[in-house]
């Protein structure tokens, strides 16, 4: 059962005390009082290195690919529902449940992949952020990563639930600068539409390393850790569900949608130029003599917000799962001395992410695209236990995964599976 707080004390249970007259008011109000997990984990998705695979993706490949991201959002809407539900449902986070179901060895093993796979994240969000800063401000990575990261401590270790919560979607707020951007590109929308609708590969590793980046990209494996553990230590209850559902498919399609209009917006000028890119930081630059500078200064200002809010919500993933995986306290609201693995956890892994990124030398390119194959590898680690978890009647009760359900989870699993045995088989052969 989750650990009981002090009437009144935290934020979000004031909150989930009012949402009975919220709902009473009408569904705006409840809908509004759930709001955040989905938002936030969906949006995150859309950080330095999606927002490169994104950009490789269009400027390589044109429109071809674009139905890749329609078909890893179905697949973020899947899963998020799997493990907002499952949180919700049990009061638990994956670690948690993970540790309670199948033993502290299996829980530290998948632990240990989510800390790989969330290291490598939060690297390539410092790489991006120090990109981004580069270009717009010129200013160099000495001094954006360490501003960034004393800025996101400070908020996040000092801040309350509500706080957090609140600066975080307002941050979000950001990615309009994408869509702006798609828009100037003045890209083909007859062949976009086309490449989302009419499934195409090209021959060759890159393509196939392209499509498991992409599927690394938008169903991340830190994304399905903090979205479970967040919507626990937001209180939700399972009277929330239909409206957390919305959350979830908002955030999961605003993920996509801005994810379309980056690979558009490449397409109609990368693409259609000829023009190679390495990172989105490349992009942005390169745009501005194709879409004007207004294009290329959206671009850029996108990739910096993006970067701050996912190097504020990766760690918090890493955070509330080895805390979890120990059954210690994972609170936002709570102080150092009553969570202190958590909070030591976040402190470590967002110090040591900055100090590696921030090091002369250090190559961004591979940290911004490669680490995103990685994190399609590591979900055959994780979304094999958040589906047993989430099938399971003595965990679930009712609200055990459905026929339909079951089917969509095992489909999504094969996809990644196929995706990275193919690139090896590519890769060996």
């Keep these: 059962m989750p650990r009981p707080h002090p009437v009144g004390r935290h934020v979000h249970e004031r909150v989930r005390k009012r949402r009975r007259h919220g709902l009473r008011i ?124 004393v800025a996101v401590a400070l908020l996040v270790l000092r801040g309350s639930f509500h706080r957090v919560e609140h600066v975080l979607l307002a941050l979000s707020a950001v990615f309009v600068t994408y869509v702006v951007a798609g828009f100037l590109a003045a890209p083909d929308w007859g062949e976009a539409a086309r490449g989302a609708v009419v499934p195409s590969l090209p021959e060759g590793r890159d393509a196939i390393l392209a499509v498991v980046a992409t599927i690394g990209t938008t169903l991340a494996p830190w994304g399905l850790a903090f979205i479970q553990s967040y919507a626990v230590d937001k209180r939700l209850k399972p009277s929330d569900l239909r409206f957390e559902r919305i959350d979830v498919v908002t955030g999961a399609v605003m993920t996509g949608v801005i994810a379309v209009f980056v690979v558009v917006a490449c397409a109609a000028t990368l693409h259609a130029g000829g023009i190679e890119i390495d990172t989105a930081g490349d992009a942005a630059s390169a745009l501005e003599p194709l879409a004007g500078a207004a294009a290329s200064d959206l671009f850029a200002v996108g990739f910096i917000g993006a970067a701050l809010l996912a190097i504020a919500i990766v760690p918090l993933s890493t955070a509330y799962s080895l805390a979890e995986s120990r059954g210690r306290p994972a609170d936002l609201d709570d102080s150092f001395s009553q969570a202190r693995l958590f909070y030591a956890g976040y402190g470590v892994v967002l110090v040591a992410a900055a100090v590696l990124v921030a090091l002369p030398g250090v190559p961004i390119v591979p940290l911004l695209y490669l680490s995103q194959a990685l994190n399609a590898i590591l979900l055959l680690a994780i979304l094999p236990f958040i589906r047993n978890l989430a099938r399971d009647p003595e965990v679930m009760g009712e609200h055990r995964l459905g026929p339909a359900a079951r089917i969509a989870t095992a489909a999504t699993i094969a996809l990644v599976a196929g995706s990275v045995l193919v690139l090896a088989w590519l890769t060996i052969s």
Aim: proline share 4%.
């Design 26 to 149: 009408g569904g705006v109000a409840a809908l509004l009082a759930v709001v955040g997990p989905g938002i936030l984990a969906g949006l995150s998705d859309d950080d330095p290195p999606g927002i490169t695979t994104y950009s490789k993706l269009g400027a390589d490949y044109g429109y071809e690919l674009i139905w890749v991201v329609v078909v890893a959002t179905i697949a973020l809407i899947v899963f998020h529902e799997v493990a907002v539900r499952t949180g919700v449902v049990t009061g638990k986070g994956l670690m948690t449940l993970v540790h309670e179901r199948h033993g502290p060895r299996t829980a530290a093993a998948v632990v240990g992949a989510l800390v790989v796979a969330n290291f490598g994240t939060l690297c390539a969000e410092f790489a991006g952020l120090a990109a981004g800063a580069q270009l717009l401000f010129g200013v160099g990575r000495g001094v954006a990563i360490p501003v960034a990261c």
